[in-house]
T-cell receptor, first 114, second 111 residues
């Protein structure tokens, strides 16, 4: 079972470049989310989605865009990368909105912005 | 919104016990606990719901006091495999739409 798949695993960008981190899940989960993880800061919620066509902001959304056109995919876009966006990014999904269910995480994408 | 964890780090010898605390300023619907090994994704340990229930997973258990908006994770007779960073995750409200993690507690078990 694939679970939650993130690509790429590693990426180096220059300041001002744009890129998309891909996230796909094959568990038919309605809820998907993106977190960034920085040393000493834990996991901070960037954006989340409760179903296709529905997205909302988390606690650190600035500089990131998301869309949810299908149940399976939830890409995260950096329109103009900044060094402050250097981080490890995790995508996570769960069964459905309001469900008492665990979050399933992807393996993470390590992004460096020079 | 981010819950606060304590301690930030702890070092144990095999067989010793540890307690990790998680507290929130917001009313909680549930508390999750996850463990993350270095360079890996967080792995789910357990969920606790409102009602003060306590759960166990092998020699790891947890409690949830909804009135105090606090949860504690108890690790007894620690093993080397328990090393990692532990995160509590909290849901504010029943929808579960906004799920926040604490800052983490680094646990190192030495022989």
């Amino acid at each position: 079972n694939a679970g939650v798949t993130q690509t790429p695993k590693f990426q180096v960008l220059k300041t001002g470049q744009s890129m998309t981190l891909q996230c796909a899940q094959d568990m038919n989960h309605e809820y998907m989310s993106w977190y960034r993880q920085d040393p000493g800061m834990g996991l901070r919620l960037i954006h989340y989605s409760v179903g296709a066509g529905i997205t909302d902001q988390g606690e650190v959304p600035n500089g990131y865009n998301v869309s949810r056109s299908t149940t399976e995919d939830f890409p995260l876009r950096l329109l103009s990368a900044a060094p402050s966006q250097t981080s490890v990014y995790f995508c996570a999904s769960r069964r459905r909105q309001g469900a008492v269910g665990e979050l399933f995480f992807g393996e993470g994408s390590r992004l460096t912005v020079l | 919104q981010q819950p606060v964890q304590s301690p930030q780090a702890v070092i144990l010898r095999e067989g010793e016990d540890a307690v990790i605390n998680c507290s929130s300023s917001k009313a909680l619907y549930s508390v999750h606990w996850y463990r993350q090994k270095h360079g890996e994704a967080p792995i789910f340990l357990m969920i606790l719901l409102k009602g003060g229930e306590q759960k166990g997973h092998d020699k790891i258990s947890a409690s949830f006091n909804e009135k105090k908006q606090q949860s504690s994770l108890y690790l007894t007779a620690s093993q080397l495999s328990y090393s990692g960073t532990y995160f509590c995750g909290t849901e504010i409200g029943w929808t579960g739409n906004q799920f926040y993690f604490g800052t983490g507690t680094s646990l190192t078990v030495i022989p």
